[in-house]
């Protein structure tokens, strides 16, 4: 599951390459999803997964937080949440999510975190939000109603709804994190070394949460089957790690530096529509054409709550669903 870190907001020449990468991103997390069911169907626990995603991308980024080693006396309360809600919260809730619903509904839900942000602003920060931005908030709960198919009864499996929602849940508070590490203009903490000690953290609180020393290894020998067809086990798990974790986020947070947040964070919508689509073509998941109307109508109110702007004259409400685009706004005025 995908998240962008708050970055400077100046904007540098070549948007066109800024969209290039952004574009990336949403390929590279959106095939997260399918390359890792194919490995929990063939006997890996959902938690397994996780640490290896997650420790394999720590280890790739030990160059990156050796280079940043101060970083964790500076801000060991923002990598101690980032690593628990943003890598292990997210991830675990999503990966095992997977196991018991499809890979395009999981994400669908988890992509409620934009709306979920506001709630958090309006009702426990108690700081006003736009209508516009309301109105994402309506869409997007009609459209997972339609997905998750209300009217029968959520014909779903319970427990899999709840992991979706506890990912999105984490994922908002990885957006309220951000807020809070980003406040100190030229001092904030760079962004791929909060990656990298996301992923240091995460990987510790994993190895605890699922025991890798009682993971089936020999599943990683073997072959996984993908829509029926035998792909190399290692290599689904080569394609999680470099691709849909250390990839996916370094493209992020490039592209959010070449493009405004707001730009980059829509298109990061796009996350949502590439994992059905894979997950449609490689793992045979099809969607009615209720959960497909569903799905866009929830796209289209996460992209009206995160581009939704201030209401004029209004204390600064962060109605964009995203605490980076408001940091960026007050760095741009300033």
Known sequence: ??????????????????????????LAFGGSGVAAKPLIEAGLDPLHVVWLRVAGAALVMLPVAVRHRALPRRRPAL???????????????????LSRIPVGVALLIEYLAPALVLGWVRFVQRRPVTRAAALGVVLAAGGLACVVEIWSGLSFD???????????????GYFVLSDQGSDAGKAAPDPLGVIAYGLLVGAAVLTVLSRPWTMDWSVLAGSARLNGTAVPA???????VLVATVIAYVTGVLS????????????????AVVATVLAWVLLGEHLSAPQVAGGAVVLVGAFIAQSATPAEGSPQPVASGGPERELSARRTAA
């Open 256 to 271: 959010v530096r070449r493009l405004s947040p707001q730009v980059a964070g829509v298109v990061a919508c796009l996350e």
């Open 158 to 172: 319970a427990l899999g709804l709840v992991l979706a929602l506890g990912a999105a849940c984490c994922q908002v």
């Open 1 to 26: 599951m995908p998240v962008h870190t708050s970055v400077s907001s100046h904007h540098n020449p070549g948007k066109g390459a800024g969209l290039g990468l952004a574009l990336a991103s949403a």
């Open 79 to 97: 990598l101690a949440g980032f690593g628990l809600l943003a890598v292990a919260g997210v991830q675990a809730c999503y990966f095992a999510a």
């Open 234 to 240: 290692v290599a689904l798990l080569a394609w999680i």
